[in-house]
T-cell receptor, first 111, second 113 residues
């Protein structure tokens, strides 16, 4: 069963606008959430994370929001740049060292 | 640092053959993870090691799959015998004592004919 779900598999956005990626999870035990970015023919690279004790974490153009009651998190990229075109994976863990990944969202930033 | 190194990058083999995938983690990292990525199941954890010891292999699909980590700088994932449904991209990742932020290798694309 998919404990971390990413719907809307692809997103196209104009350069300079905001990209919003959503992620839902089912396991209430998850206490740490991460976003990874993946380019073709490369492995995923860590982007940003958030602990369950917070509801927001910001790093430059990237902000992750966590809504624990809704079991939902989102990644905001603003402003979007062409180099942000990639697949974005949401992941979650609860201290057992296992990361559960979503299936990913393809983002295309149009110059 | 060169990052996580995986070899080969591509492997094409015939059903029934043995396949060995190799991984060199980032020096000093205590954790090593093997993942498989398919269209149907996405990215799923197969097994992970801590200080060269296998900790959780519950994701290994069946006995045809085995993984070893003989030392801190090398790990293998072996499939014997291979089957067409094993075709996927296999990633190796490593991390420091906090296993959450994992560094991934470029992956091995396996095709079993």
């Amino acid at each position: 069963d998919q404990q971390v779900k990413q719907n809307s598999p692809s997103l196209s956005v104009q350069e300079g606008r905001i990209s919003i990626l959503n992620c839902d999870y089912t396991n209430s035990m998850f206490d740490y959430f991460l976003w990874y970015k993946k380019y073709p023919a490369e492995g995923p690279t860590f982007l940003i994370s958030i602990s369950s004790i917070k509801d927001k974490n910001e790093d430059g153009r990237f902000t992750v929001f966590l809504n624990k009651s809704a079991k939902h998190l989102s990644l905001h990229i603003v402003p979007s740049q062409p180099g942000d075109s990639a697949v974005y994976f949401c992941a979650a863990t609860y201290g057992n060292n296992r990361l559960a990944f979503g299936k990913g969202n393809q983002v295309v930033v149009i110059p | 640092d060169a990052g996580v190194i995986q070899s080969p990058r591509h492997e094409v083999t015939e059903m029934g053959q043995e396949v060995t995938l190799r991984c060199k983690p980032i020096s000093g990292h205590d954790y090593l993870f093997w993942y498989r990525q398919t269209m149907m199941r996405g990215l799923e954890l197969l097994i992970y090691f801590n200080n060269n010891v296998p900790i959780d292999d519950s994701g290994m699909p069946e006995d045809r799959f085995s993984a070893k980590m003989p030392n801190a700088s090398f790990s293998t994932l072996k499939i014997q015998p291979s089957e067409p449904r094993d075709s996927a991209v296999y990633f190796c990742a490593s991390s420091l004592t906090t296993p959450n932020e994992q560094f991934f290798g470029p992956g091995t694309r396996l095709t079993v004919l």
